[in-house]
């Protein structure tokens, strides 16, 4: 079964013209296509089917097929064209269409984009590729006319390789991007946040050498506190055979190596010198990777990551995990989260609470965050977007799934700071669900067996009126560290409820509460017991937190969430407006009393020892 799903799941990565993404683009020769794009909205698909409703695609000459890729002017006073990019309006890119115009806040279609641009090749000899940071949800890109292949996924970069299709003159890159939701995509049709579409992140031309340095993990091995291991990658004609150098100038290390012939060099280099990463000295080192004259930078941190029964050990030190949800929006502009700058914003509120950790919700976020939590010495949990009612019985939804997590874990598996992937958020318990997530965890440990897994799991209530909880999932067996969210006081009765609350958890693992918390609108007050006031929101964190410390497992909080942020299910005209007032901050950037019942809780825990 597994063979014939691999087989499958190979083919269709083909199909899709996937292409394996390159690691480390701000580290290379890059030219940005950020800025101003043309766009055309097609909510019938009429630039992509004829009539017949046939693609374009497959038409004799699809450069004349009325294709909107094709980008067709008309010659003769008779041709005609019925559209035009260039006399169309602009959106900025990277960003979501959502929040730019007002006619397309509540937009879930196609939208084609497109970006004229030059191209002059630093050598010759040089290869390029286009790269894309995400963009939500199926893409399907163009250059000069000629499909470069589809991409699915909201929130995973890919890339495509251009050579041979770049001009020097007057390229025209054409993206159709459709984040229409759909019952067998990932996530499925229901979530609990916006489904913001478009160009997302940075979309960029990458120029390498012909054969060049394609992928590279570096990392202390698992559970070893002295051996960088990992492996080098190449990609090209002459990756055979070939010397590649690894460096780390501050430890002295300095390995020579020889690539197989498929053009991989697997490293394992012993150190007794180096200082651990972590989030009291987030000690980050310049690695340089060689290939005849091309050199590579990277800023890695090293650090183990373990558990021993209910302890999550950093660095071999048992760790509390003082964390924050948060989605990838900024509320104060408006729309999703994509540069530096915002990540500044969101993870500067985070330490401002007390929290060394965060938990990246609901789907891989944009790579300014996890670059900057290593700089900060924040550890992450990233999470694939498996989310509640996914279709676990479709292979091809399993094949999606599958190829998020292979792009969020090659993107960001040379991140000290990620040290939790994520299977799955709250979702029901059956046999296909298990096989489903079963199977992307023993996928992510082939991938990386040197980070822990985790889930939002399932809990239940037993005894009288429920009130004995416990994690009876069965996906239980089959993670590092046992997460759960528990909304006591919120959905479930009032926060005087809480104290009723008795835990027989009885997995001898750590347990991190991935959720609790209720709504308040900033600024809105009343007694404790009126709900959307900040006084309500206070008193259920005093009532929730006191409630987890009781559980002897407990190693982690990320309660729900850090700000405020937009969602079609929250439409109580004044209090939400298609906002989730689960935030500590609220959407004008304000902070609610709650945010300070939280830091006061993560400033009163003992600091680990300074070594980790
Ligand atoms: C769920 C879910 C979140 C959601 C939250 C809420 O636990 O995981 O995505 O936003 O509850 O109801 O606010």
């Known amino acids: 079964m597994l063979k014939r799903l691999t087989f499958f799941l190979l083919l269709v990565m083909v199909a899709w013209g996937y292409e394996p993404l390159i690691q480390n683009i701000s580290g290379r020769t890059t030219t940005s296509l950020n800025g101003a794009w043309n766009y055309i909205v097609d909510p019938y698909e009429n630039g992509y089917y004829n009539y017949r409703y046939r693609p ?15 980008n067709q002017k008309p010659v003769n006073p008779w041709d005609r064209v019925e559209y035009d990019f260039d006399l169309s309006e602009t959106l900025e890119v990277p960003g979501d269409w959502n929040s730019q115009r007002e006619k397309l806040f509540y937009y879930e279609g196609t939208i084609w984009l497109k970006k004229s641009f030059d191209y002059n090749r630093v050598s010759v000899d040089n290869r390029v590729f ?15 006319g000629h499909k470069l292949g589809m991409h699915k996924g909201g929130f995973t970069p890919f890339n495509y390789e251009i050579t041979n299709l770049l001009k020097e003159k007057d390229n025209f890159l054409i993206v159709k991007v459709d984040n229409k939701r759909k019952k067998d995509e990932v996530p499925t049709v229901n979530t609990d946040w916006w489904n913001f579409g478009g160009l997302t992140r940075d979309v960029q031309i990458v120029e390498v050498p012909e054969t060049f340095i394609k992928d590279y993990f570096v990392q202390l091995g698992k559970d070893s506190k002295r051996t960088i291991a990992g492996y080098i990658q190449l990609d090209g004609v002459s990756k055979s055979n070939r010397k590649v150098e690894l460096l780390i100038p501050e430890l ?52 183990t990551i373990q558990t021993n029964g209910p302890d999550i050990l950093l660095n071999g030190e048992s760790i509390f ?3 924050i949800s948060i989605h990838e929006e ?19 509120w985070a330490k401002e609470l007390g929290c060394n950790y965060v938990r990246l919700a609901h789907y891989p976020h944009n790579e300014n965050m996890v670059d900057l939590a290593d700089e900060m010495g924040m550890l992450v949990w990233e999470e694939n977007p498996v989310y509640w009612t996914i279709s676990w019985e479709n292979v091809q939804t399993y094949a999606t799934a599958q190829q998020q997590l292979s792009e969020v874990i090659s993107r960001d598996k040379n991140r000290a700071s ?21 199977k992307l965890r023993d996928f992510t440990l082939k991938q990386d067996d040197t980070r822990l897994i985790s889930a939002a799991l399932e809990m239940h209530g037993e005894g009288e009126g429920g009130l004995t909880r416990k994690i009876s999932d069965p996906f239980a067996d089959y993670v590092d560290v046992l997460s759960f969210n528990q909304y006591i006081g919120w959905y479930d009765g009032l926060p005087e409820k809480c104290d009723k609350i008795k835990w027989a958890i009885d997995q001898d693992k750590p347990v991190i509460i991935s959720e609790f918390g209720g709504g308040a609108l900033q600024g809105l007050h009343g007694d404790s017991l009126t709900i959307w006031t900040e006084e309500f929101q206070k008193y259920l964190y005093r009532e929730s937190i006191e409630m987890i410390q009781r559980i002897p497992q407990l190693r982690g909080a990320t309660p729900w969430i850090l700000v405020d942020f937009h969602s079609p299910r929250r439409v109580l005209p004044v209090i939400q407006d298609g906002w989730n007032r689960k935030g500590l901050i609220g959407s004008n950037g304000e902070k609610k009393q709650a945010f300070y019942v939280l830091q006061e809780y993560y400033k009163s825990l003992p600091n680990p020892s300074k070594n980790n």
């Open 330 to 348: 900024n509320p104060l502009r408006g729309g999703r989260a994509h540069s530096m700058e915002d990540a500044r914003l969101l993870l500067g």
């Open 418 to 438: 990620v040290i939790i992937w994520s299977m799955a958020n709250e979702t029901p318990v059956s046999d296909a669900r298990m096989v489903f997530l079963k």
């Open 252 to 303: 002295k290390l300095r390995k020579k190596l020889k690539t197989d012939e498929l053009g991989r060099a697997d490293l394992s280099i012993i150190s007794k010198r180096i200082k651990y990463w972590s989030p009291d000295n987030p000690k980050l080192y310049d690695v340089i990777i060689k290939l005849g004259s091309e050199e590579l930078h990277d800023q890695i941190g090293f650090r």
């Open 130 to 144: 286009v790269h894309f940071g995400a963009a939500n949800y199926q893409t399907d890109v163009y250059l000069n």
């Open 56 to 70: 374009f695609d497959e038409a004799e000459d699809p450069s004349k097929s009325g294709g909107y890729f094709a």
């Open 321 to 323: 995990l003082k964390g």
